[in-house]
C-alpha cells in the first residue's frame, strides 16, 4: 500500500534564545509542496536565501549541526529536524528570523507538541524511501565512534554511548518505531559535563544557556564558590550537586537513560540531512554531530545513486528466469548470432531486466580487438533494444506476429569496457506510457554494480507482413 508524503497544516512559531548565540529569534514552520523536503529560510537576510537541510550543506559541527549556503547559515538544526522527521513529516518550510534555531528546552518537545497542534497532513504525491538493501558502516578509530545501517522493514535506531566517566556509566536507548518519538524521544533534554560547562562560560560560548534547557553532568569535584559562580551567572537561587545522580538540583531527570536518548535525538535530526525517508535499522555507539554527519553523507551518496534509477536491479542471476533463451525466440524475431539476450529475470508493465553473459566464444570476438576482446558498443545498444522489444510486445496478444522497430537512438553513453567473462543485466523502463504504437524507453546496461552503458530508445510496435 503507497504511503503518501505529509506536510503541516499551517503555519506554527516558536521564539526562543539560539544557545550559542543567545540571539532571540523566531522559527516558524510553514507547509511546503510534494517533494520539497525541509527547508531553512532566514527571513531576516535580504532576499529570504534558502537553505536545504541536506548532509552536503553542513559547515561545522563543533557545538551542534550548522546548514550554510551562499553564505548564509542556521545554528544548531538537529532538533527542529529531529521533530519534522520524527513526526514522519515529508516537506516544511523553516523560516528563522536570525542565525540559530532557539534552543527552548533543550529538546524537540515543543516543537513537536506545536506541529501536532497544528495538524500534519497527507499530501497527493508518494513517498519514496530509501530502503537499505546491504549493511552501510562507519567507523572513526580515533574517536572510538562506529555505526551500522542493516536493512529492515521500518525505520529503527538504537545508540550506546560510554564516556569512560563514573558519573554516565554507559547508557543504552533505542527506538523501534518513530510512533513512539513524541513520548520516548522528544523530551530527552542536551546533556553537558560540568568541566564543558566551565570552559563553555569562561569562554563565553552558551550565550543563550541556562540551566533549565541542559543536564549538567558533575564528573569532578566542585567547592561552593564554584556553584555560587554558577548560579550567579545563570540567575538562580541556590545550584547544588544531587550526590545520588551525580547532575546539577537545577532539574529532574525526564528518563534515567536521558543523555542517551538525547543522543539518540541528535541522531534522528542529524540523519534527516539524507533527504529520504528510511527503511532500515542504525545501530550506533558513541554518536556525535561530526560522525552524525560523516555517516549522513555516505548513506545519502548511496541513497541518491539507487534513487536516480541509476543502481543495478536487485536480482539473483542464478534463479529461474521469467523467459529462458527458448522462451524469448517466441517473442524475438532474431536469432544466432545476433539474439544478444539470454534470459529475462522481471517484468512488469514499465519495466523489464535482462540478462547476458558474455562469453570467448562470441563470433564478434575474433576481429574486434583479438588481442584485447572488446564487447562492441553498438552491440550492447542492441542487446538493450531487444530487451526493451520484449517489454513492447509484451503488450500485444500475438507478439510473435510483432516486431519492434527502433526509430531513434539518443543520449548513448559508454562508461566502461565489456570483456569475456562479464555478465551484462539490462534494465529498461518506459519514461511514458505506449501511444500510437510508439515506446519512449530509458535503457541501462550493467555489470555488477556498475553502468557500462546507458541510452534513450524510442521504437515503434508493428505487425509483421
Known amino acids: 500500500m503507497a504511503v503518501m508524503q505529509k506536510t503541516i497544516s ?4 516558536f521564539v526562543g534564545k539560539g544557545l550559542h548565540t543567545g540571539i532571540e529569534t523566531t522559527i516558524t514552520f510553514k507547509p511546503a509542496p510534494e517533494n520539497t523536503g525541509f527547508v531553512f529560510i532566514r527571513t531576516d537576510v535580504e532576499g529570504q536565501p534558502q537553505i536545504k537541510a541536506l548532509a552536503e550543506f553542513v559547515t561545522d559541527t563543533s557545538r551542534g549541526t550548522t546548514i550554510e549556503a551562499n553564505g548564509t547559515l542556521v545554528n544548531t538544526v538537529e532538533h527542529a529536524l529531529a521533530a519534522v522527521y520524527g513526526l514522519q513529516i515529508d516537506n516544511v518550510f523553516i523560516e528563522v528570523n536570525g542565525p540559530e534555531v532557539p534552543i527552548l528546552k533543550g529538546n524537540a518537545i515543543d516543537f513537536v507538541v506545536g506541529l501536532q497542534n497544528i495538524g500534519i497532513e497527507e499530501q497527493s504525491e508518494e513517498r519514496i ?19 551500522l545501517a542493516v536493512a529492515d522493514e521500518n525505520y529503527s535506531l538504537n545508540v550506546l554511548v560510554d564516556y569512560n566517566s563514573a558519573v554516565l556509566t554507559n547508557q543504552y536507548a533505542d527506538l523501534n518505531c518513530l510512533t513512539n518519538f513524541p513520548k520516548e524521544i522528544a523530551p530527552a533534554r542536551t546533556f553537558v559535563f560540568l568541566h564543558e560547562l566551565e570552559f563553555l562560560v569562561e569562554n563565553n560560548l552558551v550565550k543563550g544557556g541556562d540551566l533549565d534547557n541542559a543536564i549538567v553532568i558533575v564528573d569532578k569535584e566542585i567547592n561552593k564558590a564554584s556553584l555560587d559562580h554558577l548560579s550567579e551567572v545563570f540567575k538562580q537561587d541556590k545550584i547544588d550537586v544531587i550526590p545520588e545522580q551525580g547532575i546539577l538540583n537545577n532539574l529532574e531527570l525526564n528518563f534515567v537513560n536521558e543523555p542517551a536518548r538525547h543522543k539518540l535525538l541528535d541522531l534522528i535530526g542529524d540523519l534527516a540531512l539524507i533527504g529520504y525517508p528510511i527503511k532500515g535499522r542504525i545501530f550506533s555507539r558513541r554518536p556525535g554531530h561530526k560522525s552524525n554527519v560523516e555517516f549522513a553523507k555516505k548513506i545519502r551518496k548511496i541513497a541518491k545513486k539507487q534513487l536516480s534509477g541509476n543502481s543495478a536491479p536487485d536480482i539473483d542471476i542464478t534463479a529461474k528466469p521469467l523467459y529462458d533463451i527458448n522462451q524469448i525466440k517466441n517473442i524475438l524475431p532474431h536469432r544466432s548470432p545476433f539474439l544478444l539476450v539470454d534470459k529475462v529475470m522481471e517484468m512488469d508493465k514499465d519495466s523489464i531486466v535482462g540478462v547476458k553473459n558474455v562469453t570467448m566464444n562470441e563470433p564478434f570476438f575474433v576481429g574486434h580487438f583479438p588481442s584485447e576482446p572488446v564487447m562492441p558498443g553498438v552491440l550492447i545498444v ?27 537512438i539518443d543520449s548513448v553513453k559508454f562508461k566502461q569496457k565489456v570483456v569475456p567473462g562479464d555478465t551484462l543485466v539490462f534494465k529498461c523502463s518506459l519514461v ?23 541510452a534513450e530508445l524510442m521504437a515503434q510496435i508493428a505487425k509483421v507482413k
Open 432 to 454: 511514458s506510457p505506449i501511444r500510437r504504437g510508439i515506446a519512449q524507453m530509458k535503457a541501462q546496461a550493467f555489470v555488477g554494480d556498475v553502468m557500462v552503458t546507458e
Open 10 to 13: 499551517g503555519d506554527v512559531s
Open 129 to 147: 524511501y530509501f530502503e537499505i538493501k546491504e549493511n552501510i558502516d562507519h567507523l572513526d578509530k580515533e574517536k572510538n565512534v562506529e555505526y
Open 382 to 408: 542492441e542487446a538493450m533494444a531487444q530487451t526493451g522489444g520484449i517489454l513492447v510486445l509484451a503488450t500485444v496478444e500475438d507478439p510473435e506476429n510483432y516486431a519492434t522497430y527502433f526509430m531513434k
